[in-house]
């Protein structure tokens, strides 16, 4: 972002209640923490349910922000530094649209292609993957983390260059509307959707609900842009649908990572971007032979799981709109990493092997963790730490003990259900016919660290998965500590 301060008052309809030195100073960057502020950045004071960043802006101009948008008065203390640091102090209504207001502002001087991902589950996987992909070619401005919120979105916008090629924006999506809102100024080129899966149920109803809450983002890409749908998704025609793909204009391009003869889909939907020969080693990671109209490369990924193919040949799809080439396509992907908390594999103090995916759950990747899990090689016990999955609503019983029968196919030596609702993922794993002597429920976090503390050891593996509210990622730290 490159805005004067008279820009951002203008685009946000705010009052300048002091001016900078001079009005036109240009603010370059974004934060809306104190101790992230660099010098001329817009801070922006969000008033939280605990933590009220009005009370911080003194801190943030010291810091040398050149300017700050609040929606009530400052303090003496961020007034004086405010003054003493030539920052200026930009009041509106509402900061939270403020920031949107703003990001549309900047979107309209963005000159590069900007791509819009979204989906039940590998969003963020798929995210990271596009970015290592397209920044082998090109700069390349992507979602921070799993920053896809109301806030996140724009400031995705606000990060990018005027110039800058490639704008990847991961949206998250709690509601119908929600993507079509955020989309009325991210303005996308291009939109992918990873899958229709069960995630938010609670709040939509159906997969069919879901499915027109996800193609919102389809729907938003114009004539001349790209719409990207997995064909292997039981949903792929409701999302070309929905999306009214064909309506607008846009090309549809279909990708297929499960390794199927792509002439076994309608040929509406049949693939021209896909995997053939798809395997997984013994420590559980994919190569796959890459398809393509440009040609074929073999791509051997560092990341665990079959799940992975998908993920991978998505971003394949996109960077193949922009002209990349199989080899170079099949280099990046081989070199991009996991996030923090996704699949991170460990070796704990013990010799134990941890796999840390405990930063969020949902029934699709509690599947696919399971499924990789056992496609490691272990040479000792295997055990799979699995807590409660939110924000299922009616299905959330059936989907736990669904999950249950998943673990109890998934040669665990032990298997540890972490909360109430995991009490189902328990009743549907003895259901399946794992020993009752194999399970065991407990009801947090720490008790499932006391369960395991002194019972592994060096050729022994654990899964850690539940819902980002269930602070999983306790155990992962108490069975690596001193790592």
């Not at 607008?248 to 499960?258: F, T």
């Not at 074929?296 to 991978?312: E, F, T, W």
């Not at 003990?401 to 794993?429: K, N």
Request: glycine content about 10%.
């Amino acid at each position: 972002m490159q805005l004067s301060v008279h820009d951002i008052a203008e685009a946000t309809g705010g009052a300048i209640m002091m001016p900078a030195d001079p009005i036109y100073r240009t603010v370059r960057g974004i934060s809306w923490d104190s101790r992230t502020v660099e010098r001329d950045d817009l801070y922006i004071a969000l008033e939280g349910e605990r933590v009220d960043g009005h009370a911080f802006c003194g801190h943030a101009f010291r810091a040398g922000s050149a300017c700050a948008l609040v929606q009530k008065p400052l303090g003496p203390d961020a007034i004086d530094a405010a003054r003493i640091s030539g920052a200026a102090v930009i009041r509106v209504p509402d900061v939270m649209r403020a920031v949107r207001d703003l990001a549309a502002r900047w979107r309209g001087r963005l000159d590069g292609k900007v791509i819009a991902l979204t989906g039940s589950s590998g969003k963020t996987s798929t995210k990271n993957m596009v970015r290592d992909v397209l920044s082998a070619a090109m700069e390349v401005c992507a979602t921070e983390g799993n920053q896809n919120n109301e806030l996140g979105v724009p400031a995705t916008l606000l990060r990018a260059g005027e110039h800058t090629p490639a704008v990847v924006v991961e949206m998250g999506m709690r509601g119908l509307h929600q993507l079509e809102d955020l989309c009325s100024f991210v303005k996308p080129d291009l939109a992918l959707v990873t899958n229709v899966g069960t995630s938010h149920m609670e709040l939509l109803g159906s997969r069919d609900n879901i499915a027109r809450a996800k193609a919102e983002a389809l729907a938003a890409v114009p004539g001349t842009g790209c719409v990207f749908v997995n064909s292997s998704d039981d949903f792929a025609r409701e999302l070309v649908e929905y999306g009214r793909v064909r309506e607008h204009g846009a090309e549809l391009i279909c990708y297929d990572g499960s390794g199927a003869d792509p002439l076994d889909y309608p040929a509406d939907l049949c693939p021209t971007i896909f995997a053939a020969d798809v395997g997984l080693d013994a420590e559980g990671f994919p190569s796959f032979m890459l398809c393509t109209p440009a040609g074929k490369a073999p791509v051997k990924l560092a990341l665990r799981g079959a799940h992975s193919v998908h993920n991978a040949v998505a971003a394949a799809a996109i960077a193949c709109t922009f002209g990349l080439q199989p080899d170079l396509i099949a280099q990046a992907l081989a070199g991009s990493r996991a996030s923090s908390g996704r699949q991170d594999v460990i070796t704990a103090p013990s010799g134990a092997v941890v796999v840390d995916d405990a930063y969020n759950a949902n029934p699709d990747s509690m599947r696919a963790s399971l499924a990789m899990f056992s496609s490691m090689r272990l040479d000792g016990l295997r055990v799979a730490v699995l807590g409660d999955m939110g924000e299922l609503g009616a299905l959330s019983p059936a989907a736990h003990r669904e999950v249950g029968a998943q673990a109890a196919g998934a040669s665990l030596d032990r298997l540890i259900c972490v909360g109430e609702l995991a009490r189902g993922i328990a009743d549907g794993a003895r259901a399946a016919g794992m020993p009752a002597s194999a399970v065991l429920e407990v009801p947090d976090a720490h008790a499932a660290l006391a369960a395991l503390e002194g019972s592994l050891s060096a050729g022994d593996g654990v899964l850690v998965k539940a819902s980002h509210s269930m602070h999983l990622e306790q155990v992962v730290e108490g069975l690596t500590a001193s790592c």
